[in-house]
C-alpha cells in the first residue's frame, strides 16, 4: 500500500510540474507578443521586474526595487554589472541623484550614499531613519531630505534630523516631496484615512487644503507645471483621482473627466507640458492640449501599474512598472 500512495504522489507532483510549466510557458508566449505589439521607438526591459524607482546618472539608468538595484545603459538598453556594494540592497523604494554626484538609495535596511569609489551606509549611530524610507529629496540650498514611515527626516552633513510636521498625525508616513520653485517644500501622506498634502510656508506647517477638498485622503505624487500650477495624485485601491492648484482654487480630475483609472500612482510633466499619469491598476495617461491617449499592457506598457518616470539627457521616457522597465524614445 505505501508504494501505490508513493505512486499516486509521483503523478500528482508530474501533473503539478506540468502544469506550473504550461503556466509558465504561457506567460512567457504572452509577454512575448506584447513586446512584439509595441509602438516604434518603445522597447520593454527585463529584467528587472519589480521596479519602484528610476534615477538618470550620466549614461546610465538606475532601476530600484524589490530585488534591489538595476543598472542599464541607457543607449544600448542593455543591463550592467551593478557594483558589489549593491548586491546585498533589497527593496528599494527611492534613488537621488544629488548636485555633488551622490547617489542616494533607499531600501528596506536604511539609507546608502554611493559615489563610483566607496558607499557608505546610514545606520542608526548617524540618526538615520531606517524604518521604511519612502522619497528623497534635495531642495534648492542643498539640503537632504528624507520622507519615512515615521514622518520627516533631513540631513545636516552629519546625520540624519527628525523634522516635526504638527498638521500631520503621529506614526503617519511621508510619501511624497516636492520643493516648488518658490522654494516652498510640500509632502503628501499616502495614508488613507489621515494622510494629506501639507506645504511649509512663512516658517510654518500648514495642512494644505482642508482634507475635505481633496479628491482622497492619500496623497501619492506631486508635482508643478511650468506655469506653477501643483498637481497631486490620490487615491487608495479603487477610489481616488489627480487634482490641481492654480494659486487660487483646487480641482479635480477624474475618470469620468478622461483619466485611464482612480488610484494616480505617479504623475511626471514633461518640458512640453504633457502629464503623464500613471495609475496602480490601468497604466498611463497622458494629457496633452486638454486631450487624453490611453496606454496599458496591450499598448505597450510593461505592466499595469507605472510608478515612476524620468526623462534621460535625449529626452527618452522610462517607465518604472510592477513588470519591468518601459523605454519610449516618443510620446
Known amino acids: 500500500m505505501q508504494w501505490r500512495r508513493l505512486i499516486v504522489l509521483g503523478e500528482i507532483l508530474a501533473v503539478a510540474v506540468v502544469v506550473g510549466g504550461i503556466g509558465l510557458a504561457t506567460k512567457s508566449v504572452t509577454e512575448a507578443m506584447r513586446e512584439r505589439r509595441t509602438p516604434p521607438g518603445w522597447s520593454i526591459i527585463r529584467p528587472p521586474r519589480d521596479v519602484c524607482t528610476l534615477a538618470v546618472d550620466g549614461n546610465q539608468i538606475w532601476a530600484g526595487g524589490k530585488d534591489g538595484i538595476t543598472l542599464i545603459d541607457r543607449r544600448t538598453r542593455r543591463v550592467l554589472t551593478a557594483p558589489r556594494d549593491a548586491a546585498s540592497l533589497r527593496y528599494v523604494m527611492a534613488l537621488l541623484r544629488t548636485r555633488d554626484d551622490l547617489m542616494w538609495i533607499a531600501h528596506a535596511a536604511g539609507i546608502t550614499r554611493a559615489r563610483s569609489d566607496s558607499w557608505i551606509q546610514h545606520d542608526t549611530a548617524g540618526g538615520a531613519p531606517l524604518r521604511g524610507c519612502r522619497c528623497l529629496l534635495e531642495d534648492a540650498a542643498g539640503t537632504l531630505w528624507s520622507g519615512t514611515e515615521d514622518g520627516l527626516f533631513r540631513f545636516d552633513g552629519a546625520g540624519w534630523q527628525s523634522v516635526r510636521v504638527p498638521p500631520l498625525a503621529d506614526g503617519l508616513s511621508i510619501d511624497t516631496m516636492l520643493e516648488d520653485r518658490d522654494r516652498t517644500l510640500w509632502i503628501g501622506s499616502a495614508s488613507p484615512v489621515n494622510g494629506g498634502l501639507f506645504r511649509f510656508a512663512t516658517g510654518t ?105 524620468v526623462q534621460d539627457q535625449d529626452g527618452v521616457y522610462w517607465l518604472a512598472t510592477n513588470n519591468g522597465i518601459n523605454r519610449i524614445e516618443k510620446l
Open 205 to 309: 506647517w500648514h495642512a494644505f487644503p482642508d482634507r475635505a477638498q481633496l479628491p482622497h485622503p492619500a496623497v501619492n505624487a506631486i508635482a508643478q507645471d511650468l506655469d506653477g500650477t501643483i498637481w497631486i495624485g490620490t487615491g487608495y485601491l479603487n477610489q481616488g483621482a489627480a487634482a490641481w492648484y492654480d494659486g487660487c482654487v483646487w480641482r479635480a480630475l477624474r475618470a469620468a473627466d478622461g483619466l485611464a483609472g482612480q488610484k494616480v500612482r505617479s504623475i511626471y510633466i514633461d518640458p512640453q507640458r504633457r502629464i503623464l499619469f500613471g495609475f496602480e491598476y490601468d497604466g498611463m495617461t497622458v494629457c496633452e492640449n486638454g486631450a487624453f491617449r490611453h496606454y496599458d499592457a496591450g499598448d505597450g506598457l510593461a505592466g499595469k501599474e507605472v510608478r515612476a518616470v
